[in-house]
């Protein structure tokens, strides 16, 4: 039986509810943390190394050097895994500035000692799970997403009062989760999920202010499968509202049909054709060990 969550803190395994930051940590008063999540089914990654690649970039990025090379991440984050004792799955891996000199609340950055964590815990869903069958209902907020000249938001970081201001107002009007426009008023993201658009065999895609996503990745991947055409660009919110169909992809979730947006439902109100297909394939490809690294090929024995 699955026990409970662990992580890899400051060099050693723990409990997750074990492992505690500074209340001064800079990831703390300063959201200066970057992180990835890769997600792992019957105890086998997906595209671990498409994630690390991207949280390594996001490292880089904000000028944080971890401390541990690729190998050693992979193994530590199947230990995470193995020590939890789950077999579906999510890991985080977080990259933090660490302390400033003596303790202290604020600093030069330069004299910080990077550091970094890893932990497990259960497979989840970025929307209530019964949502990923029946079809998730989107709200189009209010609230405007950070623009890339402040945040890069093709680091994945957690400076994200935006997503979470955007949150309430979804759930406030009975949705599950939000999606955010640009500061030109153009489709950008969900907290944890991209969105596409399905017009006939054409899939359509926010381009830019947004994280691109290794399920969004992967989707291109799948439309080249089934013989769809995929485009990234610019989309005015009407573009959702008035699609036939339109789809989330996530690590949480992976597929994601939407099928009301706002107070108006998407097409006939069930998912898709082509988001079911695309979800199928999605699943069976995965299931079949597509892009996976097995949690025991990279255990020490």
């Known amino acids: 039986m699955p026990g409970e969550s662990i992580a890899y803190f400051e060099g050693q395994f723990m409990p997750l509810k074990a492992a505690k930051i500074s209340i001064v940590d800079p990831a703390v008063t300063k959201s200066d943390i970057v992180f990835d999540v890769v997600s792992a089914t019957g ?39 193995d020590r939890s004792g789950y077999e579906d799955a999510c890991v985080f891996m977080c990259g933090t500035r660490g302390q400033y000199r003596g303790g202290v609340a604020l600093g030069d950055p330069r004299d910080c000692e990077n550091g970094f964590y890893v932990y497990a815990v259960p497979y989840y869903w970025v929307v209530p799970r019964d949502k990923a069958e029946s079809g998730a209902h989107l709200w189009i907020a209010e609230t405007r997403r950070a623009p890339d000249e402040a945040i890069n938001q093709k680091a994945k970081n957690f400076n994200r009062m935006d997503l979470t201001k955007a949150t309430f ?11 955010l426009l640009s500061m030109q008023g153009q489709l950008s993201e969900g907290a944890g999920f991209n969105i596409w658009i399905v017009r006939g065999k054409t899939l359509l895609t926010p381009g830019e202010n947004l994280l691109e996503g290794i399920t969004r990745r992967t989707v291109f991947d799948l439309a080249r499968d089934l013989g769809l055409e995929t485009k990234a660009t610019n989309l005015p919110p009407e573009a959702l509202l008035e699609a036939p169909e339109a789809f989330l992809s996530t690590t949480a979730g992976g597929i994601i049909p939407v099928t009301r947006v706002n107070d108006r439902p998407l097409g006939n109100g069930a998912p898709g054709l082509q988001t079911s297909a695309i979800r199928q394939r999605y699943w069976e490809k995965r299931r079949a060990g597509w892009h996976g690294t097995t949690v025991n090929s990279l255990l020490k024995h």
């Open 43 to 81: 105890r086998t990654f997906f595209r671990l190394d498409d994630h690390l690649d991207r949280f390594e970039t996001s490292c880089r990025s904000i000028r944080i050097k971890l401390p541990v090379g690729r190998d050693e991440l992979k193994r530590i984050s199947a230990e995470c895994i």
């Open 169 to 179: 107002e979804a759930l406030d009007h009975g949705a599950d989760a939000a999606v």
